[in-house]
Each structure stands twice: as C-alpha cells, then as structure tokens.
C-alpha cells in the first residue's frame, strides 16, 4: 500500500464511450502525476498538477482530459480514445518543497486500459 | 535535456548469485536519481534514491547503487538474488517542471531469477 489508490483496476472501453479514471492520494502531498506505459515504451509523463495548478501537458492528445478539484484527487477523462491508447495508466504524487528537485514520487497500482 | 540508458534489457541471474543492473545518465547539472522497481501488475515501488549525500546509497531489499560522476552511471547492486527480486527495474532521473518533479525513465531492465 503506498498511500496512492487507483480506481478501476481494469477498464474496457469501446472507441464511442467515456470513462474516467480516478486516483486519490492519502499522503498529503501537493502534487499529482498521471503516467503512460505502453509496452516496450519508456514511462510517458502525460500531466503534472502542483497545488492544483496543471504545470505540465506533454502534448497529450484532447481525448485525454485531466481534473484535479484538490489536492488529493486527480481524474484522466477519457472519450473517443484509440486502440493504441490500451496501456497501464499510473497515477502518482509527491510532495514538492520550494524549487528543489529530488523528491520521491509515489506511485498508485495503475489503472489497465483496453480500448476495443 | 537529461537522459537514462538502462543497459540491458534482460538480466538473469542464479538465486544466491550477485546481481548487477547498469544505468547511465546524462544531465546538464547534479541530478537526483532513482531506482524504482515493479512486480508483475503492480505500480512502482521505490527502490533508492540518490540526492547528492552520500555516493553509495543502500534500499531496501538489500539492493544498493553507486554514483560515480566520472563515469555518469548509478549501477544497482545486490550481493545475494531472491526469487522475490524478478521483476522490472527502472532507473530514473529527476528535474522539476515549474514546482513539481519531472521523472525521465530509463526503459526498464527485466530481472529474471533462476534456481
């Protein structure tokens, strides 16, 4: 258990749905991460929030929309996604103190995605 | 920009043997780094981390890592591999983005552990 629970587990959906996946942080902490992994890809940083504020979208297609209503919450809305979108998305968070790099990030179990 | 490079892509061992898995970065400034490890459907589980304290940095599990400037590597070592120890193993440098962390991940080294 790290403290940062991912819901669903596993998740099928058809190219027309919209799903989300949510992500709930126990640890305090004031920043929130959503990851991509594909197989035989390095991890993908999608989006960073910091006290709420998204600081980083790494070119990640619209059909992926994030939400964080606080601090300990974060959701990745999806809608009209691709098959090539089927990955394990990995929700994580951290608590960042002023301008210094090196704090550990905690990673969520991930959520399996299988578009179809 | 700053970059891993993970350099094996598989990794098998004996269990009771040593187990050594390379990494090699590259950054502009002092980095942190990290080792994080996953087990077969599960997230990432920190391993170590490095922060410009000590050059030898112990985990848990009994895993350590090395980091030597001069060769920019943080190789992960482990004197004696378990069975529990197969799994994948990321090697993972740090910057910040605004006021959060940006991790850039290597791409994953397999550990595979024998009888």
């Known amino acids: 258990e790290t403290g940062v629970t991912q819901t669903p587990r596993h998740l099928v959906m058809g190219m027309t749905n919209k799903k989300s996946l949510k992500c709930e942080q126990h640890l305090g902490h004031n920043a929130m991460y959503w990851y991509k992994q594909s197989a035989k890809k390095p991890l993908e940083l999608m989006f960073v929030?910091?006290?709420?504020?998204?600081?980083e979208n790494n070119s990640v297609p619209s059909r992926f929309s994030p939400e964080c209503p606080n601090s300990s919450h974060l959701f990745l809305h999806l809608h009209t996604l691709q098959p090539e979108d089927s990955a394990l998305y990995l929700c994580a968070s951290s608590q960042e103190i002023g301008q210094t790099s090196g704090n550990t990030i905690y990673f969520g179990e991930g959520s399996w995605l299988t578009v179809v | 920009a700053q970059s891993v490079t993970q350099l094996d892509s598989h990794v098998s061992v004996s269990e009771g043997t040593p187990v050594l898995l390379r990494c090699n970065y590259s950054s502009s400034y002092s980095p942190s780094l990290f080792w994080y490890v996953q087990h077969p459907n599960k997230g990432l589980q920190l391993l170590l981390k490095?922060?410009?304290?000590?050059?030898l940095v112990k985990g848990i599990n009994g895993f350590e890592a090395e980091f030597k400037k001069s060769e920019t590597s943080f190789h992960l070592t482990k004197p004696s591999a378990h069975m529990s120890d197969a799994a994948e193993y990321f090697c993972?440098?740090?910057?910040?983005?605004?006021?959060?962390?940006?991790?850039?991940f290597g791409t994953g080294t397999r550990l595979q552990v024998t009888l």
């Open positions: 490095y922060t410009s304290a000590a050059t």
């Open positions: 993972v440098v740090s910057d910040l983005t605004g006021t959060a962390s940006k991790l850039t």
């Open positions: 929030y910091s006290l709420e504020e998204r600081v």
